[in-house]
Antibody
Framework: QVQLQESGPGLVMPSQTLSLTCTVSGDFINSAGYHWSWVRQPAGKGLEWIGHTYTNGNINFNPSLKSRLTISLDMSKNQFSLKLSSVTAADTAVYYC????????????WGQGTLVTVSS | DIQMTQSPSTLSASVGDRVTITCRASQTLNNWLAWYQQKPGKAPKLLIYKASNLESGVPSRFSGSGSGTEFTLTISSLQPDDFATYYCQQFNSYSWTFGQGTKVDVK
């Protein structure tokens, strides 16, 4: 059973870079077929897909965030990470990491989520 | 990008009711659609994958149907634990998108 855990600063200054890490247990991050994704949810609002990366390193981004976004894998630590630059208050949200297995048709495993607030 | 339109945004129902939520896509999805349940302060939980497949451990009162651009989540007999917000998500393009959500509350 794959388990995910987000970690990172809960407060980020405006115009700075938001950095989060998702630690994976129960399987290896370089296992074939996995897509490792990020989703966020502002308070009281719906879910927004941010982007996902494959084990081969290919990445797909939400077009509205693409210019500010980096997603990467760290095989040595069994982690994947999210970096969102030039943040504003609109980036304040609960951030989730999640898995998608190729051909499954649903994101089956989720982290518990971590709140990131953008404020000075 | 594929746009997902979910309806209704809010649904008031009673225990025992049959509940139906609809998701319409701007392009055909080839059944690459999932349904999730989310409760306050919790991560989403996968209910249905690839349009009509029940995720392991999910009660059989939940079902998914549809094809092309129109999909439905049905709860056959609403239970107290089912009051929550439900989302659809498409995976047919490289850019995934969620529906806006449907909150099921007490009538």
């Amino acid at each position: 059973q794959v388990q995910l855990q987000e970690s990172g600063p809960g407060l980020v200054m405006p115009s700075q870079t938001l950095s989060l890490t998702c630690t994976v247990s129960g399987d290896f991050i370089n296992s074939a077929g996995y897509h490792w994704s990020w989703v966020r949810q502002p308070a009281g609002k719906g879910l927004e897909w941010i982007g996902h990366t494959y084990t081969n390193g290919n990445i797909n981004f939400n077009p509205s965030l693409k210019s500010r976004l980096t997603i990467s894998l760290d095989m040595s630590k069994n982690q994947f990470s999210l970096k969102l630059s030039s943040v504003t208050a609109a980036d304040t949200a609960v951030y989730y990491c999640a898995t998608y297995f190729e051909g499954y048709g649903g994101q089956g495993h989720w982290g518990q989520g971590t709140l990131v607030t953008v404020s000075s | 990008d594929i746009q997902m339109t979910q309806s209704p945004s809010t649904l008031s129902a009673s225990v025992g009711d049959r509940v139906t939520i609809t998701c319409r896509a701007s392009q055909t999805l080839n059944n690459w659609l999932a349904w999730y349940q989310q409760k306050p302060g919790k991560a989403p939980k996968l209910l249905i994958y690839k349009a009509s497949n029940l995720e392991s451990g999910v009660p059989s009162r939940f079902s998914g149907s549809g094809s092309g651009t129109e999909f439905t989540l049905t709860i056959s007999s609403l239970q107290p634990d089912d009051f929550a917000t439900y989302y659809c998500q498409q995976f047919n393009s490289y850019s995934w998108t969620f529906g806006q959500g449907t909150k099921v509350d007490v009538k």
